[in-house]
């Protein structure tokens, strides 16, 4: 019952490392893979520590012919490994905790460089802004000032017109004046 509690327990560690390790970056999982490459290797050397140890133990076993004291070479055997996959589950936890602390430090600097980012371009946009708002503003003025040019020039036109036809009416009634004085007189004889 017990060997199932735990086997249920490490299948639990098992599948949330799983999960947790799908969720990391490449980087992240880069530094992982090192430290376990680095654990195995040292794992690697124990292993073969305690099958030379064992291989010694066996020696001492065949001579010594006892059961009890092979139980009991065993038993410190099955101490050593459990020991050594202790540590090693240890380590994993270790690496995890690593790494899920620089992933939150990643994430801190990804929200900081975005938060600038957004306030640059907020700052970018009102300074568009504001130079549109016054290029518009000097387009305008210069329209006013051309269309009151051309008010003034065409009021001045339509002046120049008045006064033109003005003379030309005075002309026209000297010249009717004539005609009619022409007209008053008598015809002359020759």
Known sequence: MAIKKRNKKQQDQSSEIDDRLRKMG??????VIYALQQNEAEQAKQLEKLRNQMNERSLVMTQAGSIAEASL?????????????????????????????????????A???????????????SALIEEAQARAQAIEAQAQQRAQALLVEADQRAHDAYDQAERTLYEAN???EGIGSLAARPPIQQ
Do not use: P
Not at 112 to 125: F, H, R, T
């Open 26 to 31: 490449r980087r992240e999982l880069v530094e």
């Open 174 to 176: 000297k010249v009717l």
């Open 111 to 125: 929200r900081e460089l975005a938060s600038k980012l957004l306030a640059q371009a907020n700052d970018q946009a």
């Open 73 to 109: 070479a065993l038993n410190e055997v099955f101490d050593r490994a459990q020991q050594a996959a202790d540590q090693y589950l240890s380590s994993v936890r270790a690496s995890e905790t690593e790494a899920r602390g620089k992933a939150d430090e990643i994430v801190a600097d």
